[in-house]
């Protein structure tokens, strides 16, 4: 386990450290008598501060050793790393909720900025380990995959994304391939709307291949919004009004910035398609990969998608590096900044897609 490039000890300090961000601005704001600037905190550290390192840090492009495959994705503590993720974010929004909605009654900016502190964990850390659970065999990882977006409102990504988004990646078909030119905010809102639908048109095509009605009780997506409603209801039995503003908030920024993941993933990247209508198969050049070694050690090893995209059920500790796939310049926090303005996004990206094409066609 030793050998492995994904540090998993140091991965577990990085869970805590981002899990504890919005509880240390909240802290930091009281203390200071300034809660609207310390709940600042996160997006600094997530957005400017934590980029920097790993900028600094650089980039690891090692892979785990042959033969060791099996080894590590057996040990446990790597399969206990995204399961942790689940009763931690449940604590955190157990803490957030009432801090919130105290915190609104003498600062609501100070307020809003939790709310904020708090989505973005969900986005950045809830989403994605939700994201390499409900990847994965087992009944236990999936459901706990499952509950974690039910948290952030998002039940029908684990539908969406497995039988969606991995079946049509890359081609016109998928609302979560991002067309070259298209800006952030057009992919947003056509995800925001067209998402969500999609998943209850898959599975209820699941339900049919089965033999079964669309609308019958065994549809997963019932079990998601119904955790959901029934997460939101207890923020709402609790805390009132406010309480449901806040899980509500929290969940729209969790999902918006998940979303803009998504963009920077697969902008601009199709694959060909074949005389008979069909699409070549995904292979690592199909997705933009980045391999900070920090982030990386923060995101489960996300931004090495396009391993993830070519071999969809490998854990993330043994996700591989591949030279050949279209190289992003720096981690994904950073360019969530540069999707929000589309003009130097595109003077950023496009070059990158058009070499990415030239090399196709060679």
């Not at 200071?32 to 501060?49: D, Q, R």
């Not at 929004?93 to 973005?120: D, F, K, N």
């Not at 990247?269 to 198969?281: A, I, K």
């Amino acid at each position: 386990m030793e050998r492995t490039p994904y540090n998993l000890r140091v991965a577990w300090l990085v869970l805590l450290q981002f899990l504890s961000l919005p509880l240390l601005g909240y802290a930091l704001g009281d203390l200071g008598g300034m809660p609207g600037l310390g709940n600042l905190l996160t997006p600094f550290w997530v957005f400017v501060a934590f980029p920097l390192i790993d900028t600094w840090i650089g980039i690891d492009t090692r892979n785990p050793p042959p033969g060791s495959d099996a080894a590590l994705s057996a040990a446990t503590g790597y399969r206990l790393l995204p399961l942790a993720a689940l009763p931690a974010h449940a604590l955190m929004l157990l803490w957030a909720a009432p801090a919130a909605v105290a915190l609104a009654a003498q600062s609501p900016l100070g307020a809003l900025g939790l709310c904020l502190a708090v989505g973005i964990v969900g986005g950045a850390i809830g989403i994605t380990y939700a994201h390499e659970l409900i990847h994965k065999p087992t009944a236990l990882e999936r459901n706990a995959g499952g509950i974690l977006l039910a948290l952030v409102a998002n039940g029908g990504f684990k539908v969406e994304h497995v039988y969606g988004h991995h079946v049509d990646v890359a081609t016109p078909r998928d609302t979560s391939t991002a067309r070259l030119g298209q800006s952030a905010y057009a992919f947003l809102l056509r995800s925001l709307l067209v998402n969500p639908l999609r998943a209850w048109q898959l599975a209820g095509e699941r339900l049919r291949a089965r033999g079964l009605p669309a609308w019958h009780w065994r549809n997963e997506m019932y079990l998601w919004h119904g955790l959901t409603l029934l997460f939101a209801a207890g923020m709402t039995a609790w805390l009132g009004a406010a309480g449901l503003g806040f899980f509500a908030l929290q969940a729209f920024v969790a999902i918006v910035l998940l979303e803009l993941v998504n963009y920077i993933e697969h902008y601009g990247l199709l694959r060909r398609q074949r005389p008979d209508g069909s699409y070549e198969r995904v292979t690592p050049r199909h997705s933009w990969n980045d391999s900070h070694h920090l982030s990386n050690l923060a995101l489960l090893n996300l931004q090495r998608h396009s391993d993830h995209h070519a071999f969809a059920a490998r854990r993330y500790q043994i996700l591989r590096h591949h030279d050949e796939a279209p190289q992003l310049p720096t981690g994904y926090a950073s360019l969530v900044l540069l999707a929000l303005l589309p003009p130097l996004w595109r003077r950023f990206m496009d070059p990158r897609v058009a070499a990415w094409k030239a090399a196709e066609t060679r």
